[in-house]
């Protein structure tokens, strides 16, 4: 990953469990060539490569895309590219999230952004979030695509987490999976054919909005934490049985829950 002038990495502490209930704009979803709405604020789920065709398209409208990080401009901001082609057309995010944001250790670990896509008008952007961007830094990406970005987490595939959860607790991520089994309204298991190597992975869900099924496809978004019983019962109120909370306290005292605040359809 290349740096330019700021090499200290962005801070993205989400471990204060009240601003999980800052939902997400829209779901991660696997890169896909068409356009289609999502179920979160009216939303849509792009490739890099659709916003940086075709960006008046989508001018003015919330976007969700997933990619990884290839330069970081600032410490408000980074470039995205088109990696369909080699030299592809590079795209600004601006973090303007209220949060800093900490790039992932690997690389090649994919960043979920939801935003606007805007021609980037420096003088524009500084009146509404007023972020202090250095003009002499950002003028050469005047007029050209941006994303104003209003929530950003990291993506990373199933086998990175299985790998090492280590390296994702307490910070926001975005993970798909197979529902297997679901064990109350608001807790249900990633199958574990596609996480965490051999265990199913314990998803608790804050917002249990929506109506699930076994087997279903769906993208959670939230925050990984070893299951620690006095922990949750203290940040969370979760509504456990008996019967449920002494199995859940059996099965993964210490192991990586995904407490999630947004559950979404995957598009397949």
Do not use: H
Not at 98 to 112: K, R
Not at 227 to 235: G, I, L, R, T, W
Request: glycine share 6%; charged share 25%; aromatic share 8%.
């Amino acid at each position: 990953m290349k740096t330019t002038n700021e090499t200290k990495p962005f801070l993205f502490n989400r471990v204060a469990l009240s601003s999980l209930a800052l939902a997400l704009g829209a779901i991660v979803l696997p890169a896909c060539s068409t356009t289609e709405e999502t179920e979160a604020g009216g939303g849509v789920n792009v490739t890099t490569e659709e916003v940086a065709s075709d960006p008046e398209a989508l001018d003015n409208q919330l976007v969700t895309i997933r990619s990884a990080i290839v330069e970081k401009v600032s410490d408000t901001s980074f470039l995205v590219e088109d990696e369909t082609l080699v030299g592809g057309e590079q795209i600004l995010v601006i973090n303007t999230t209220g949060e800093p944001f900490i790039f992932p250790s690997d690389d090649d670990t994919e960043i979920q952004i939801t935003g606007e896509v805007t021609p980037f008008v420096l003088a524009d952007v500084e009146r509404e979030f007023n972020l202090g961007l250095d003009p002499e830094v950002y003028v050469e990406y005047e007029t050209k695509p941006a994303i104003v970005a209003t929530s950003l987490a990291l993506a990373p595939d199933p086998g990175e987490i299985t790998e090492n959860p280590e390296a994702f607790y307490n910070q926001r991520i975005a993970v798909e999976g197979e529902v297997d089994e679901i064990r109350s309204a608001e807790t249900f298991t990633l199958d574990e054919e596609q996480l965490f190597g051999g265990e199913d992975l314990l998803v608790v869900n804050l917002n249990p909005t929506a109506t699930m099924k076994e087997s279903e496809t769906v993208t959670v978004t939230g925050v990984l934490r070893p299951f620690v019983e006095a922990e949750f019962e203290k940040d969370y109120e979760l509504g456990w049985d008996l019967n449920v909370k002494e199995q859940i306290e059996a099965e993964y005292s210490e192991k990586p829950v995904f407490v999630a605040d947004e559950v979404y359809p995957s598009r397949q």
